[in-house]
């Protein structure tokens, strides 16, 4: 059984059909990238598996649970995590602070307190940065601090919206090595990126998204290497 099954998903933005009857497992211990242009409704599907938007038909399964009818905060302390596209950090609020809403779910403090530990050795520059306000912090710094967040709720899966989003080529390296590290420790991921290059490039599959509905899907380095994606998405 896949760790995250969609069958079938239809979405609805008032009269506009954005998701068209999708299908996709993700099977445990993967990085699977959702690619596609602006507009195909990658978000959505996000969105839509978190709980922040309804299915209007379909299923969504989480270790065998369906997820159609269950509230966002529950998914949450199911193991699921979501950093959204353009990382909302609360701003006023100190790095410390956004990272322990990030464990709002948990109670146990020892265990609490490790992971703070385990996200200050993957984020050395939040350990630094632990009392600034996150308002204050780059861009870069307030990717890793929603990344930071995220795991704080020790999720088995964690999705990620545009991690790469308005970053500078030399963040954008670090963010994607850090993806890869956070699954080499056990947690799987569904990413959905711009960068189709560098999505492909550290994914073990990944689904093509146009208007709403998968048009191509397979390995990750064949799709890489498929002429039509490297037209549309690589720029070559």
């Known amino acids: 059984m896949a760790m995250l099954s969609i069958e079938n998903l239809e979405v609805y933005y008032g009269a506009i059909h954005a998701i068209k009857g999708i299908s996709f497992d993700v099977e445990e211990g993967e990085i699977i990238a959702l690619i596609g242009a602006n507009g195909a409704g990658k978000t959505t599907i996000l969105h839509t598996i978190t709980g922040l938007v309804p299915a209007k038909h379909g299923s969504i399964k989480f270790g065998g649970k369906e997820l159609t009818k269950t509230p966002a905060h529950k998914i949450v302390s199911m193991g699921m995590a979501h950093v959204p ?53 780059s861009g870069g710094e307030q990717q890793m601090l929603a990344m930071g967040r995220a795991l704080m709720s020790k999720p088995s899966i964690i999705l990620m919206d545009e991690p790469s989003m308005g970053l500078s080529p030399l963040y954008v390296s670090e963010i994607f090595d850090i993806i890869q590290e956070i699954n080499k420790s056990g947690t799987t ?43 549309a998405y690589l720029g070559e």
């Open 189 to 231: 991921v569904l990413l959905v990126e711009q960068n189709a290059k560098k999505a492909l490039s550290i994914a073990n599959r990944a689904y093509v998204l146009e208007t709403g509905k998968i048009v191509l899907s397979g390995d990750a380095k064949e799709l890489a290497n498929n002429d039509s994606v490297k037209k």
């Open 85 to 137: 596209e353009g990382r909302r950090v609360f701003a006023q609020l100190t790095v410390y602070e956004n990272l322990m809403l990030g464990a709002y779910t948990r109670k146990d403090k020892a265990e609490i307190a490790e992971s703070l530990e385990t996200v200050f050795k993957r984020f050395p520059r939040l350990q630094e940065r632990r009392n600034q306000s996150a308002g204050t912090l």
